[in-house]
């Protein structure tokens, strides 16, 4: 089946489907057909007719020969399918039941006889008509499953949209070649079958008073002028008596869009005749609606080979419009009637001709004059001999209105697959990444784009951020040792003072509370700078064994620079200093380790105790900021007035700093704080239960994910994420099927927090993991491979592979995560809202639930048989060789089902029209 959301192939259609509706109109390929047709106005009256009455294709004398045959009790057989070459499986499934010259039907006491008139309802391919997909899709299995070289059964067909996707060139050149020079009036052999027609609509009349009609509407539901023309000169060979079948592309009742079915039914009803059934393909399941006040069947039937559709979103009644005739002799324009429908039935019917309304309630027609009411006619065209044999008819313009007509309620009487079926098919959505790779790869590129964008915009993961942070906290460390400082100076002059007994009592008792956190404080700061001359030396250590490194490699080159000396001994005595030398490289080399594991741990050391002097400083400034106010009051060599001079630029120095660190701490904050990365290396580093820890990742990861001022600060920050969201909104929004604003408001809404929600995990996945592989990666490779460890010292090797990891996650935890929210999406408004049911089908590819009609026409009655087959075998099912004694069957199919396929009735008994039972 044809993978309707592969990226390539959504692009390759979107870019046909917007060129051919582009330029549908402008290269219509129907007028090009009626101009090289050069049939005489009299032969293509008589070119389909297939009654047995009247005159053959040269249009010169009786042809009975030329009649459809008929089954033994006189009764025409014709077969009807839709929307065919999508999977090979399904089509030649189709097909072989097409091709039998009988076919049991579970439901059916007797065989049904083949149709010896095969029609074609549209979408004779896909996904796009080209002459290769045609071959490949639609001609090979009808080939394989009915192989002849001398067709007699008759093809006709009607294009639908797919067919029109390349303008109808491939379908003109297959199904209209008839009209060729070349081909001297011999169509297409499909299968079995041959093509007759020489246009891409078609006019049959059949024995026993039936007519079936094929109009073209191309792909903006417009009836062109030539086709106009043709359909009118049909309508004229009809009489009271006739009953028709019209064959539309697409169900006009199901989507309210009645322009060409009202056009086309008041042509065929010109002259009395009726239209006893309309059947369309386009919607690839099975519905039959009917109205007892019409007596009409209106039948959709598009299973022939295309994936199945889904029917639970169809109504059980629909409000069917229909332009209904009057009593009235010549056309009359009713008040009753709105100016556009006047126009159309006048333009179509003629003057003179038949009357309908829209209005059948309304009062007896008016016996007016037809000019009444209506609105100008467009300007006739000049009547020309269209060349030998041409006709000199008048075209009408092409009017596309807004017709609304009188609206019977109409039931379904049959729909397939079930309602209940079709929607626990689409659960199947669920899975919708594991069946729709390629889809899944679309949904992780978006992903990756998205997520890229907001980890450069996030404040938590921006690499410029992270600069920023890091230069902030050198800042407030440069700031904590002014600070330190500032109320060094400020004791000692406080030291010096001495006053009142109170005062002296105060500065003790705040001495006693300050004397261990001094103690502390100053092992503290005795450790930092201890651990600080340790750094340095380290540092010093390491450059010293840098050095030496580089020091020996470059003897090591210059010693295998050396050209190789003739003298063995001088040989080996080169290869002993080079091996010396490598020696000593090694043993720097794994010296470097040694002192950069010693480095790394310094580090830890000197964090932890500036942790330690944060933790203690707030309390410990605030006493000696009191202990300074006391002892200003006891100072006892200087007088007050020169304490306070001495004191001030200090205290202001102090004040300011201390403001200088908020202000630090504030645009930290701002910044957006610690890391996804310092989280987890905190909560991974501490001492704690498994239980605590796993405790402490769930409550960081899930705060992180569920940030969304984060997302709003990322959106602030970079104003392309932040016209990503809203084009993320705006799309899903617009997608949303339904005409209430505020329904695709709340539902795109709903939507679009889901793929961001999903967004956000994805970005802390990617963070996450590649956060504890920057962090473990290096010490395993620095105790397995030193070497490439010191690679990556100088080329931030693993920097890279963070980088190339986050890709490879955001893509496909991303495609995975997408494609569930899109699966859960069409799931839920599919089966609860009848919303997406196309998309969502679409996306599942069914290949089973396939239909087709059989159709029995005898004087005054057809007789519809809907044949369904439930289940189409897959690839398995199939073989080349014959059982043994097994004869191959009559149509000499090239391959046949291992188990015989299992044709039944949809209805319980087939569909019988009475004609006399029509609305006229």
């Not at 080939?143 to 008759?154: G, I, N, V």
């Not at 009357?355 to 007016?368: E, I, L, M, R």
């Not at 406080?494 to 103690?519: F, G, S």
């Not at 964090?607 to 002892?631: G, M, R, T, V, Y």
Request: proline share 5%; net charge neutral; with cysteine.
């Amino acid at each position: 089946m044809v993978d309707w959301f592969d990226p390539g192939l959504l692009a390759k259609v979107g870019v046909r489907e917007v060129i051919s509706s582009t330029l549908g109109s402008y290269t219509d390929q129907r007028l090009i057909q009626a101009s090289t047709d050069n049939a005489s106005e009299e032969r293509l009256k008589h070119r389909y007719n297939y009654s047995g009455v009247g005159v053959n294709t040269s249009g010169d004398k009786p042809a009975p020969s030329q009649a459809i045959a008929a089954d033994a009790n006189g009764a025409v057989w014709v077969d009807y399918i839709a929307d065919l070459g999508d999977g090979f499986e399904a089509t030649y499934a189709m097909a072989y039941l097409l091709a039998a010259d009988e076919l049991q039907v579970k439901g059916e006491s007797s065989p049904l006889p083949a149709g010896q008139l095969l029609i074609m309802g549209g979408d004779q391919v896909y996904p796009d008509a080209t002459k290769q997909e045609y071959s490949n899709r639609l001609r090979d299995p009808y080939d394989w499953a009915f192989s002849t070289t001398d067709p007699k059964r008759r093809l006709f067909a009607i294009p639908g949209n797919h067919d029109w996707y390349d303008g109808l060139s491939a379908f003109s050149a297959l199904f209209c070649s008839a009209r060729d020079r070349i081909s001297k009036g011999l169509g297409t052999q499909i299968g079995g079958w041959r093509c007759h027609q020489h246009r891409s609509y078609f006019a049959i009349q059949l024995p026993h008073n039936w007519w079936i009609w094929g109009p073209d509407i191309q792909l903006v539901d417009n009836l062109d002028d030539s086709q106009r023309d043709y359909f009118d000169l049909m309508a004229d060979l009809t009489k009271p008596g006739d009953n028709i079948i019209l064959c539309l592309a697409e169900p006009s009742w199901l989507h309210r869009n009645y322009d060409n079915m009202h056009e086309i039914s008041m042509l065929a009803r010109k002259n009395g005749a009726k239209v006893c059934a309309i059947i369309a393909g386009d919607w690839h399941h099975y519905s039959r609606y009917t109205s007892d006040k019409l007596g009409i069947q209106f039948i959709t039937a598009g299973g022939g080979g295309a994936f199945a559709h889904a029917t639970h979103g169809l109504k059980d009644r629909i409000a069917l419009n229909w332009a209904t005739p009057t009593k009235a002799v010549g056309t009359v324009a009713g008040k009753a009637d709105t100016d556009a429908f006047n126009r159309l039935e006048k333009g179509t019917v003629g003057a003179a001709g038949r009357d309908f309304t829209q209005n059948p309630a309304a009062t007896t027609p008016v016996a007016s004059s037809s000019a009444a009411h209506v609105a100008p006619e467009p300007k006739p065209m000049t009547d020309t001999d269209a060349g030998p044999g041409g006709i000199g008819r008048r075209a009408k313009a092409v009017r596309k209105e807004d017709i609304k007509s009188a609206a019977y309620e109409c039931r379904a009487q049959s729909i397939y697959p079930p309602k209940l079926t079709s929607r626990l098919l689409c659960l199947n959505n669920l899975a919708l990444p594991f069946r729709n790779r390629p889809f899944t790869y679309l949904v992780g590129l978006i992903y990756f784009m998205f997520a890229w964008a907001f980890v450069v915009a996030d404040p938590r993961l921006s690499p410029s951020t992270q600069r920023q942070a890091t230069a902030i906290s050198k800042e407030i460390i440069a700031n904590d040792g002014k600070i330190y400082d500032d109320q060094e100076a400020i004791k000692r002059i406080h030291a010096i003072a001495v006053d009142a007994k109170a005062a002296e009592e105060k500065v003790k008792e705040l001495e006693q509370k300050l004397a261990p956190k001094q103690t502390l404080m100053d092992d503290l700061r005795k450790r930092q700078d201890d651990a600080t001359r340790v750094l340095r030396s380290i540092v010093a250590e390491v450059e010293t064994i840098a050095t030496a490194i580089n020091s020996t490699t470059k003897e090591i080159e210059q010693a295998k620079s050396l050209p190789l000396p003739s003298d063995p001994v001088e040989v080996d005595k080169m290869r002993a200093t080079l091996a010396a030398l490598e020696a000593r490289h090694a043993e720097q080399q794994r010296q470097r380790s040694q002192v950069q594991a010693r480095q790394a741990g310094a580090q830890q050391t000197a964090a932890a105790i500036s942790a330690e002097i944060d933790a203690i400083a707030p309390e410990f400034n605030a006493l000696n900021i009191e202990i300074i106010a006391q002892n200003s009051t006891v100072a006892s060599a200087d007088s007050p007035d020169a304490m306070r001079q001495k004191l001030a630029p200090l205290e202001k120095g102090l004040a300011d700093q201390m403001q200088l660190r908020a202000d630090l701490k504030k645009k930290q904050a701002d910044n957006g704080g610690p890391t996804l990365s310092d989280k987890l290396s905190e909560i991974l580093g501490a001492d704690k239960g498994l239980g605590e820890t796993f405790k402490g990742l769930a409550a960081t990861s899930l705060g992180y994910v569920l940030d969304f001022g984060a997302l709003m600060k990322a959106a602030e920050l970079s104003p392309m994420f932040a016209f990503m969201l809203i084009g993320l909104c705006v799309g899903l929004i617009k997608y949303v099927e339904s005409d209430t604003t505020i329904v695709k408001l709340l539902v795109g809404l709903v939507h679009a927090s889901a793929h961001i929600l999903a967004l956000l995990v994805v970005s802390w996945v990617a963070t996450a993991t590649g956060t504890a592989i920057a962090a473990i990666l290096p010490w395993h490779i620095s105790d397995a491979m030193p070497r490439l460890m010191a690679w990556h010292t100088s080329t931030g090797l693993f920097d890279i592979a963070r980088i190339l990891w986050n890709i490879f996650i955001t893509l496909f935890v991303g495609g995975l995560l997408g494609g569930f929210v899109m699966g859960i999406y069409w799931t839920l408004t599919s089966t609860l809202f009848n919303m997406h049911t196309g998309d969502a089908f679409g996306a599942l590819g069914i290949k089973d639930y396939k239909n087709f009609l059989r159709i029995k026409l005898e004087p005054g009655r057809a007789t519809i048989y809907p044949i369904a087959l439930d289940r189409v075998p897959g690839r398995k099912g199939w073989r080349w060789q014959l059982n043994k004694g097994e004869q191959r069957p009559l149509h000499h199919p090239q391959i046949l089902p291992v188990t015989p396929l299992a044709p039944r009735m949809i209805e319980k008994a087939p569909i019988v029209i009475e004609a006399h039972k029509v609305l006229a």
